[in-house]
Nanobody, 123 residues
Framework: QVQLAESGGGSVQAGGSLRLSCVAS????????IGWFRQAPGKEREGVAV???????TSYADSVKGRFTISQDNANTLNLQMNSLKPEDTAVYYC?????????????????WGQGTQVSVSS
């Protein structure tokens, strides 16, 4: 089973930037949908951004459009560039993967998860 490992979290002030990375134990190809999710204290986990590997098409949650960019460096590395960070972006960020299905930033079908990395944004 594929293993995912996130890195790059930290603490920044509002308006700052962070870049998260997720390295997988295998290469993603074809119908894989891979993405970033987050969970703030006391809230449910939510989708942030996903990418459909076969075409490179991306999809974002409305709350991060225009500020966050998802990308792949190579077949087993997923990135999330986060700019103009806001305090409400504070959460544990997870990368996740699934094979097939609709590639949108919701939890449906995502069964492979990393351990998460903390992002804290102060005002």
């Amino acid at each position: 089973q594929v293993q995912l490992a996130e890195s790059g979290g930290g603490s920044v002030q509002a308006g700052g930037s962070l870049r998260l990375s997720c390295v997988a134990s295998m290469s993603f190809w074809g119908r894989y949908c891979i993405g970033w999710f987050r969970q703030a204290p006391g809230k449910e986990r939510e989708g942030v951004a996903v990418i459909y590997v076969g075409s490179g098409s991306t999809s974002y949650a409305d709350s991060v459009k225009g500020r966050f960019t998802i990308s792949q460096d190579n077949a087993n590395t997923l990135n999330l560039q986060m700019n103009s960070l806001k305090p409400e972006d504070t959460a544990v960020y997870y990368c996740a993967a699934k094979w097939g299905g609709t590639c949108v930033p919701n939890l449906e079908g995502f069964g492979t998860w990393g351990q998460g990395t903390q992002v804290s944004v102060s005002s």
